[in-house]
């Protein structure tokens, strides 16, 4: 069916760029020959072809032979047409059968290309049938309280852009768009709204795409979640994957769920894309391993679990920030993520220091399930001539002040489990972070995996304890934990904590220029 379509689409190609005048080539045989004149001896910007034809001789003269001169004038090609856009050639029936196999992702973008791709791509008719399709009736009519649709007939002309407006409109019902209220209730000491959680279990799912290089795509449902104080994990692991050094990318979607009552939907379900990650390009690291599976870091969040020996998946792991979290996995389109509104600089503000003080710090450390240590730093602050690298540092554990020092609840592993087999890998866990303003508003919030390695030996330390050090980067900032090994106490102890933000990101936050 596709070569049909092709061969179809060469012909009509063919036919347009055939000038109207000019003969076919099957009957060329049928003239004696073909001749130009100069353009001077016809108009200015058209040239004469003179074909001539040889008659047979009369009757009455049979040694006579009479040469008749048919003369053609055709309009000379001009060689600025052969860049002419025989798309838009086309019929408009034509175009808008064509459109009509688009999605509505599709569809926006073409709109973007110019104004007959626009007209087409806010045709009526076309988004009426994709409403009708998605929702399964012609009009809504809100109700307090009630999640119900009420059908009725409209038979005016509606202006255009009407059904395209009336299907966003519906991706964005107000039953569905309900936890906008709830997420204005916002937690003073967290600054992430309080019942995030619940709106979380009750509006989202979430589904992985996984491409490999032969330009094959699975699918993959929601395993496993859990939900923790300020971050999420998502796993998956009953499922088919393909080989880790066929993955191509991995594209991680937030999915609507349908509503509760009167859900009349019969195609796929709305899909907003939150991450995306080229496994190919994009570098990757070993994070640990156990006797099992080693685990592959894929920047910023993505961890794969990979069976030793075998280049085989077992499992997918991703952890989530709550911050914008609802936003992101609701309000993207399928091939663009949601891009949060950038927030109003303060301004007014005669502090010479404004936005290098009284910052509010959260930091977790957990493991999939539990946490093993989670903690609140206030006032802190940076002076300019600490700025160094496009890095304003944020002290929140000094290794000076003995009485920031901290141990840990827990063992620093990250637990795993697949379809079959469980187990953990030791000296790795989930970093959580928070980082306010002095207002309470999220300047840098961040959930990512993150090793623990031994570095040098201290020689001030007594005891023989080990040292340290687990660290995340990104171009937003970077993060830098010191711990030791307490051998007397089997307990990791930490001894300094200290958060890097970049000057970009202070900047564009607090309206400054340093």
């Not at 709305?270 to 640990?288: K, N």
């Not at 790795?428 to 309470?440: H, V, Y």
Request: with cysteine; hydrophobic share 35%; net charge positive.
């Amino acid at each position: 069916m596709a070569a049909g379509r092709g061969e179809f689409f060469r012909s009509l190609m063919k036919g347009l760029e055939r000038t109207p005048s000019q003969p076919c080539p099957e009957r060329a045989h049928e003239f004696g020959g073909i001749e130009k004149l100069g353009v001077g001896r016809g108009k200015t910007g058209q040239c004469k072809t003179v074909m001539k034809k040889r008659r047979p001789p009369r009757k009455n003269s049979p040694g006579l032979h009479v040469n008749m001169r048919v003369v053609y004038r055709i309009q000379e090609t001009k060689t600025e047409d052969s860049g002419k856009n025989y798309v838009e050639s086309l019929p408009s029936e034509v175009l808008l059968k064509i459109v009509s196999y688009l999605d509505a992702s599709s569809l926006f973008c073409i709109s973007l290309v110019n104004k007959l791709f626009y007209q087409l791509a806010t045709d009526n008719l076309i988004w009426q049938k994709m409403y009708v399709a998605e929702f399964g009736f012609q009009t809504w009519t809100p109700k307090l309280g009630i999640e119900t649709v009420e059908v009725k007939e409209e038979p005016e002309v509606m202006a255009h852009g009407h059904w395209k407006k009336m299907y966003f409109r519906g991706i964005t019902h107000p039953g569905l768009m309900q936890w906008r209220r709830e997420l204005k209730d916002v937690c003073p000491r967290m600054g992430l709204p309080v019942q995030i959680k619940r709106v979380l279990r009750t509006l989202v799912d979430w589904e992985l795409s996984v491409s490999d290089c032969f330009g094959q795509t699975v699918t993959l449902e929601l395993s496993q979640t859990f939900l923790l104080r300020s971050s999420m994990t998502i796993c998956w692991s009953d499922c088919c994957f393909p080989k880790y050094r066929n993955i191509r990318s991995i594209q991680l979607y937030g999915v609507r769920k349908p509503p509760t009552v009167g859900c009349r939907i019969k195609k796929s379900r709305w899909r907003s894309l939150i991450m995306a990650q080229e496994v190919t390009t994009h570098p990757h690291h070993v994070l640990g391993k156990d006797r099992l599976v080693k685990l592959i870091f894929l920047s910023p969040a993505f961890i794969v679990g990979v069976w030793r020996g075998h280049d085989v998946v077992a499992f997918i792991m991703v952890a989530l920030h709550f911050h914008r979290l609802v936003e992101r996995s609701l309000l993207g389109s399928p091939v663009c993520a949601y891009v949060e509104l950038p927030t109003t600089p303060y301004v007014g503000m005669s502090d010479p220091n404004f936005g290098l003080h009284g910052y509010t710090l959260h930091f977790a450390l957990h493991n999939t399930v539990t946490e093993v240590m989670s903690a609140q730093f206030d006032q802190l602050s940076c002076h300019k001539r600490q700025i160094q690298g496009g890095l304003v540092e944020l002290k929140a554990i000094s290794e000076c002040e003995l009485s920031q020092q901290r141990p840990l609840s827990g063992d620093l592993r990250l637990c795993w489990r697949s379809k079959t087999q469980e187990g953990s890998v030791e000296s790795c866990c989930w970093m959580t972070l928070t980082l306010l303003d002095e207002f309470q508003k999220p300047v840098w919030c961040v959930s990512a995996p993150s090793g623990n390695r031994r570095v040098q030996q201290n020689s001030s330390l007594e005891g023989g304890d080990e040292n340290f050090l687990m660290d995340y980067r990104d171009r937003e900032g970077a993060v830098e934990m010191k711990l030791i090994w307490l051998k007397q106490h089997q307990q990791f102890f930490v001894v300094s904590l200290v958060v890097h933000v970049a000057v970009f990101m202070v900047n564009r936050h607090f309206g400054t220029e340093y």
